[in-house]
């Protein structure tokens, strides 16, 4: 089976930065689109960011589109989001998931597989 394990969060104060890594086995991480999605507390989970396993379309969440950076380095097996000019609202669970299909990436419903969830929370 695929698993999929994210790390990376942490503490950190509004304006940092904080890098996320996810790693993908069980699968050539060339063939999963991978994606980026959020969950703070009482609220719904949200899209951040994804990248198609072509890396042909890399759509990003209006909020985070000018501060976050998704990436992947598929020899590694590994996808990033590089989070830049951090805001509290930024606050969440951070997931991250793998997709057989390379469209809708936004949709959470499009994925096959799931970490376990990274916690980032930002201080003011």
């Known amino acids: 089976q695929v698993q999929v394990v994210e790390s990376g969060g942490g503490l950190v104060q509004a304006g940092g930065s904080l890098t996320l890594s996810c790693v993908v086995s069980?699968?050539?991480?060339?063939?999963?689109?991978m994606g980026w999605f959020r969950q703070a507390p009482g609220k719904e989970r949200e899209f951040v960011a994804a990248?198609?396993?072509?890396?042909?379309?890399?759509p990003y969440a209006d909020s985070v589109k000018d501060r976050f950076t998704i990436s992947r380095d598929n020899a590694k097996n590994t996808v990033y989001l590089q989070m830049n000019s951090l805001k509290p609202e930024d606050t969440a669970n951070y997931y991250c998931?793998?997709?057989?299909?390379?469209?809708?990436?936004?949709?959470?419903?499009?994925?096959?597989?799931w970490g376990q969830g990274t916690q980032v929370t930002v201080s003011s």
């Open positions: 990248i198609s396993r072509n890396i042909g379309y890399i």
């Open positions: 998931a793998a997709a057989n299909e390379m469209y809708n990436l936004r949709y959470a419903g499009v994925y096959d597989y």
């Open positions: 069980g699968r050539t991480a060339s063939r999963l689109s």
